[in-house]
């Protein structure tokens, strides 16, 4: 399986950026997909999931109501967008996005496990919220 994530970039507070993950590979109709990130001098955190039925999972609390995750199937690709609107300073990250083999969202007990059920991953793209 490879990731490639694109959209990046900077933006003004109050803002909006769309990302796109391209995921190609063998049997992706079985795979869930998340959007990650990692800020500075922090851990990799979780952001949403998404599941190939289209169920999702936020992870972080604080993107509720403004980031939205979304999927669309084509032969040997899976194309996830992670739309973001209404963007705050701490959402200034390296972006993600990564396989989970199961057909589920993961969930972890512990948030710094959760990293560790995402098995293949892209190279990231930065988004930098700042006026």
């Known amino acids: 399986v490879q990731l490639q994530a694109y959209g990046g970039g900077l933006v003004q507070p109050g803002g909006s950026l769309n990302l796109s993950c391209e995921v190609s590979?063998?049997?992706?109709?079985?795979?869930?997909i998340g959007w990650f990130r990692q800020g500075p001098g922090k851990e990799r955190e979780g952001v949403l999931c998404i599941s190939p039925s289209n169920n999702n999972l936020y992870y972080e609390e604080s993107v509720k109501g403004r980031f939205t995750i979304s999927r669309a199937n084509a032969e040997n690709t899976v194309w996830v967008y992670l739309q973001m609107s209404n963007l705050k300073p701490e959402d200034t990250a390296v972006y993600y996005c990564a396989t989970h083999p199961r057909p589920t969202c993961p969930e972890m007990p512990i948030a710094t496990l959760l990293p560790h059920a995402y098995d293949s991953w892209g190279q990231g793209t930065q988004v930098t919220v700042s006026s």
């Open positions: 590979g063998l049997r992706l109709e079985y795979y869930s």
